[in-house]
């Protein structure tokens, strides 16, 4: 019996202590508001990224990396946050070699983290490139039944957008979103190229560009693109299967290079430093580093095919 009632009380004190703390968070969102409702004469703040942002896209170099983040998926990410984020982890990991291995393969880690955030950014836009190419033929379709139906563009491109998945469906809504307000239809899809580049997404837009400036049989056009589209589709997908042993080669070269220069360090720890000093290690540095570099750089050429 002592139990039950220890057990009710300490029931009915977490329930009292739940209601105070919602009565409290009501309190504080109902507070707030009336601060946001009576200084409606200041400005918002501004978060310090937000400004760097501002400052950012001004630059031609700020707006490719604006422009690679949307190509990635990632259009609500702020470029100024991720570069910071990015040097940050590029410090930390030349601060975690830099007393394990020394100098030189603290600098080397700093330079891998570096390029290994650019080239992560590159890898989720290529793989969503192809993954909008692949839907391009039935984009092509769709365009080309609004047509036949005598829809205009815009409203094609948003009854496109209702059917298609992603990564066409967020692409296609943004261009008619950027329709809608008064932007023209070929800057809108100039801005869905720098986006997302690829040869077949600049064919049919060249092809919308045309025929909304010169008119002419869209549905015709469209209809060929679409097969066009889907042959090429095919044979990139060969290419690609095709060509995968070499591509993995040539990064099996670059893996090997940073790898041994671990290995010299974990064996003989501040090696590569003597060797930076030293006339005779700056050569067979110099040497090694450019063969490395001509090896990836042949395999690499000879797994490219142009499709």
């Known amino acids: 019996m002592t139990f039950l009632l220890i057990a009710l009380g300490l029931l009915l004190t977490l329930l009292m202590a739940a209601a105070t703390v919602a009565t409290m968070v009501s309190n504080a969102e109902t507070e707030r508001r009336m601060v946001e409702t009576a200084d409606l004469d200041q400005p918002p703040g501004v978060p310090v990224f937000a400004r760097l942002d501002e400052r950012l896209v001004r630059l031609p170099w700020g707006q490719r990396l604006v422009a690679l983040l949307a190509g990635a998926g990632l259009p609500t990410w702020s470029p100024s946050l991720f570069l ?5 982890a590029a410090v930390a990991a030349g601060l975690v070699v830099l007393p394990l291995f020394g100098w030189a393969t603290a600098a080397l880690a700093v330079l ?3 390029v290994g955030a650019r080239r992560w950014l590159d890898r989720r836009r290529t793989q ?19 047509a036949s139906a005598g829809l205009a563009v815009r409203r094609s491109l948003e009854m496109a957008a209702e059917e298609m998945t992603e990564p066409a469906a967020s692409e296609v809504a943004q261009i008619g979103a950027e329709m809608a307000v008064g932007r023209s239809l070929q800057d809108a899809l100039a ?3 720098e986006r997302l580049p690829s040869r077949e997404l600049s064919v049919l837009v060249q ?10 049989e869209l549905v015709t056009a469209l209809a060929g693109i679409g097969q066009t589209l889907e042959e090429r589709r095919r044979l990139r997908r060969e290419v690609v299967t095709s060509t995968m042993g070499a591509q993995f080669s040539g990064y ?3 893996f090997l290079a940073f790898g041994a220069v671990a290995l010299m360090n974990a064996f003989s720890p501040g090696v590569v430093d003597e060797m930076i000093t030293n006339f005779a290690g700056q050569v067979v540095l110099l040497v090694a580093t450019g063969l490395f570099t001509i090896g990836y750089l042949l395999v690499r050429r000879l797994s490219r095919v142009e499709v």
């Open 191 to 193: 801005s869905l190229t």
């Open 84 to 88: 910071s984020g990015s040097c940050a």
């Open 128 to 146: 969503r490139v192809d993954r909008f190419v692949a839907q391009l033929p039935e984009l092509a379709r769709l365009l080309a039944n609004g």
């Open 112 to 114: 891998i983290v570096a």
């Open 207 to 216: 092809t919308l560009a045309i025929q909304g400036r010169s008119g002419g």
């Open 252 to 254: 099996t070269v670059i």
